[in-house]
């Protein structure tokens, strides 16, 4: 990667400062939420949306069960969002086992229910280990559904990105060539998959540059705080847990407090790693808890924007 001397100038300000010294909160956010299954996992969630709103994201974005298995779930729950909150929602919607005209009736719901921002995938099997098999009447792919949604509403649509390839991908060529395709259908932007070093992400950052992709390209941060939960994410889409982590966390399982101070400073060290680079907006993977997500914002600068206009008053 090239960095500029802005760039350079920062990097070595990292090293020498505090890490987090002084940070201008020159950075916008995203937080990516689940459609609870209980009660107690909604004010759970709600908790978590309610804690994380002041930090003004530009939107929050809740997921889409494999097979469309959450699909009443996450309909309400992105409704319930645009109706309540001054968020702005985006709906997860997928390709799986289900017909074009099925999931463009979804889509319609959301445009029904105000909703204007779409996280366009292609899904995961329902079965988990299982191949991808388009249905017969149904999107083909990713870039298939992007096309097709714009086709129906102005949608702003966000696609996903795989730093360290996508597993049936085989080559960065071919993952690239694929993402290129979904934002030259529509898409505004490109959200990556986690990852767990920033050399990962600046590489395939220059590499999607090199393919001629220029758009904005969001790392998605998932700050660990179960370890095991963590490698069986990692093992579906294909990101590398390092030697290292594994060891960090190695003797923390009955002291859940000390394993959410490691996950938060090995998540907000890479952040500020992104942050010397370059990268100004950042997607969080909530888990539906918000503590971790709202303690890194908080070390990379940004405060709540009531206590702001407080200030300014």
Not at 115 to 126: K, S
Not at 248 to 276: I, N, S, W
Request: aromatic letters at 8%; one cysteine or more; hydrophobic letters at 45%.
């Amino acid at each position: 990667m090239t960095l500029s001397l802005a760039q350079m100038e920062e990097a070595r300000r990292a090293l020498d400062a505090p890490l987090f010294a002084d940070l201008s909160g020159d950075v916008g956010v995203s937080f990516e939420f689940f459609p609870p299954k209980s009660e107690k996992m909604e004010a759970q969630l709600w908790d978590a949306i309610q804690t994380l709103a002041p930090l003004g994201p530009r939107f929050v974005s809740v997921t889409y069960g494999a097979g469309g298995s959450t699909r009443e779930r996450t309909h309400s729950t992105v409704a319930r969002i645009q109706r309540e909150t001054s968020l702005s929602a985006a709906a997860h919607l997928t390709c799986v086992e289900a017909t074009r005209e099925e999931i463009d009736a979804v889509a319609e719901e959301y445009w029904a229910a105000g909703v204007r921002h779409i996280v366009a995938l292609r899904g995961d099997p329902p079965v988990m280990g299982a191949k991808f098999a388009a249905h017969p009447q149904g999107y083909a792919n990713a870039a298939d559904l992007v096309a097709g949604l714009k086709r129906l509403h102005p949608f702003e649509i966000s696609v996903a990105a795989y730093p360290e390839l996508h597993p049936d991908s085989g080559t960065q060529a071919v993952d690239l060539d694929n993402l290129k395709r979904k934002l030259d259908a529509g898409a505004s932007r490109a959200i990556t998959q986690f990852f767990f070093s920033p050399d990962c992400f600046f590489r395939f950052r220059d590499a999607a540059a090199a393919a001629g992709i220029d758009a904005e390209i969001v790392p998605g941060i998932l700050p660990v705080s179960n370890v095991a939960q963590t490698r069986k994410f990692a093992g579906l889409c294909g990101a590398e847990i390092p030697g290292w982590m594994d060891r960090l966390f190695e003797g923390l399982d009955d002291h859940p407090g000390a394993r959410q101070l490691v996950a938060a400073t090995l998540a907000a060290e890479m952040c500020r790693k992104l942050y010397a680079g370059g990268v100004r907006n950042f997607h969080f993977y909530t888990l539906n808890r918000a503590e971790l997500a709202y303690a890194i914002c908080h070390l990379l600068g940004l405060r709540p924007v009531a206590t702001i206009q407080e200030q300014a008053a």
